[in-house]
């Protein structure tokens, strides 16, 4: 499907290769580069910027309900091609099929969301101080929205969850996928062609960070939604601080955790643990990097967990029999693609697929290293990694909290801590205990402890005996502190990328004013 595949720009309705550079689409799996794709030009930037200011009013002047129906031939397409989408993410990003399958469906949901939410009402009728007035609240568009996405959902995040609401809403798009996994965008912005998407409207640029940076510098950007890491994320923040204009909604890292309490349902809070960890390979936002377990069964919990994580297995997408790595430990099994994950994990064909790149690898390696040096952690799962491909298993290990960087920092892959706590005010305590706060699980029969985490817990995001990944395409996903801004994303987009604005109107011949003014 990609082999010698020559991805394009797409900028004003046209698929242009306008750049004499390049960057290789690497196979995570295998190391090996599976397509090409243009490291933009300054110029080509600027010219995808021009198309969408350019195409900006004609597209606000349609009616939201005009707008809308635009999703609704994108998520027709979307399901008619559901496999091709999910086989593109697997081999761009490594990703257990069935995983990536949900990636389409959340897609796919996002748009129909999108399109509903055309003919739904729009803004509110308030109530006036003065009878002869009526008092109303509207959304107007933003103008032009870039759209910096990440590679762990390179179909869901960018290309619908910020730019569905966006273009319902009259905005148009520049967007910029990850390096890492630019296919999946470029197949989501054929399929908003396909829809007859008038030109200009959606702009699609490759390149790494700088070409980003260049993106969200120029002057014809209004709003930048940004996916990624929380340094990437605080400079685009400072670029639209030197702007009087842009805004920008900021969706990052995180130090996610579960917290289980010794009232749980035993085996529902360790199949929780285990999804929440190691669902691809640990690299989602809300990957539980942290259980936080009462104490009373934290010795049962920690044996439990490690004995579902040796059986974990990193693999290939889309090898047809299981089969061993011939320089690794038992651990490496290939699956075959398209199993399921079961709760908890008993087939050994449930299966992590690889980290994303050599630099992720490398920092993952490094966190299980500082881990097996640390007298005061105690291993129960010992990590091992293989290449070619960036192959790692899960590191398991039990410490009591403490002020060390593998605890504090986000490692974003399969490295998790099992953290003793024993009131409730501990576990809440531990869990606020870093910069960042994103998702929290909470594992509890008791009403009162799970209220409580709800109100004193850092989050964007809680689940009550749900573990930390549960994201549904019409409510907000975000985090606070280094986590986000507090502009989240899905549903909740539209709120980054419109203004909300007064409209009064006065029904009398004579002026009066609030406040009791003269």
């Not at 509903?116 to 107007?140: F, N, Q, V």
């Not at 395409?473 to 899905?490: I, Q, Y």
């Amino acid at each position: 499907m990609l082999k010698g595949y020559g991805g394009k720009n797409f900028i004003d309705g046209q698929w242009l290769d306008n750049s004499s550079e390049g960057f290789a689409n690497i196979d995570p799996c295998t190391e090996e580069e599976m397509a090409c794709f243009p490291q933009s030009s300054p110029a080509s930037v600027s010219l995808a910027c021009e198309s969408a200011r350019l195409a900006f009013d004609g597209w606000k002047k349609l009616s939201r309900v005009n707008r809308a129906e635009y999703l609704f031939r994108v998520a027709n397409i979307l399901e008619r091609d559901l496999e091709k989408f999910a086989t593109a993410i697997s081999m761009e990003t490594g990703k257990n099929y069935n995983e990536s399958v949900a990636e389409v469906n959340e897609a796919l949901h996002m748009a129909q969301y999108a399109f509903g939410t055309g003919r739904m009402p729009h803004g509110e009728a308030l109530a006036s101080e003065i009878p002869e007035k009526d008092a109303y609240m509207l959304r107007k568009p933003k103008g032009v929205v870039a759209i910096i996405s990440p590679w762990n959902f390179p179909l869901a995040i960018g290309a619908f969850w910020c730019a569905a609401p966006a273009l319902v809403e009259g905005n148009t798009i520049v967007i910029k996928p990850s390096e890492d996994a630019p296919l999946s965008t470029e197949l989501a912005v054929k399929a908003y062609e396909e829809a007859g998407i008038p030109p200009g409207v959606f702009n699609l640029i490759h390149g790494d960070g700088e070409v980003g940076d260049l993106l969200a510098r120029n002057e014809s950007i209004d709003h930048i939604c940004f996916t990624g890491s929380a340094e990437v994320g605080q400079h685009i923040r400072r670029v639209c601080a030197d702007s009087w204009h842009k805004t920008c909604s900021c969706e990052m890292g995180s130090k996610s955790a579960v917290i289980v309490f010794d009232d749980a349902n035993f085996d529902l809070a360790v199949s929780a643990s285990i999804a929440s960890s190691f669902k691809l390979s640990g690299q989602r936002c809300v990957s539980a990097g942290r259980l936080i377990v009462q104490r009373g069964i934290y010795d049962k919990f920690a044996e439990s967990f490690a004995s579902y994580a040796l059986q974990v297995s990193p693999g290939k997408p889309f090898n047809e029999e299981a089969t061993q790595l011939k320089e690794s430990s038992s651990f490496f099994a290939f699956g075959d693609g398209k199993s399921s994950w079961v709760t908890p994990v008993t087939n050994e064909l449930s299966y992590m697929g690889p980290l994303i790149n050599e630099q992720q690898f490398n920092r993952v390696l490094k966190f299980n290293e500082m881990v097996r040096e640390d007298s005061e952690a105690t291993v129960l799962v010992d990590s091992s990694h293989a290449r070619p491909g960036y192959f790692v298993t899960p590191m398991v290990y039990k410490t009591e909290w403490r002020n060390v960087p593998y605890l504090k920092n986000e490692v974003f892959g399969p490295h998790v801590a099992i953290i003793p706590f024993d009131t409730m005010a501990d576990a809440i305590r531990i869990y606020n205990d870093t910069d960042y706060g994103l998702a929290v699980g909470v594992i509890t029969e008791d009403f009162k402890k799970a209220r409580a985490c709800r109100d004193n817990c850092d989050y964007g995001m809680c689940y009550w005996n749900g573990g930390s990944i549960a994201a549904e395409s019409h409510m907000a996903f975000g985090g606070v502190k280094k986590s986000g801004n507090g502009f989240p994303s899905a549903a909740r987009t539209v709120r980054a990328v419109t203004h909300e604005v007064s409209w009064t109107v006065n029904h009398d011949d004579e002026l009066s004013f609030p406040q009791g003014m003269k």
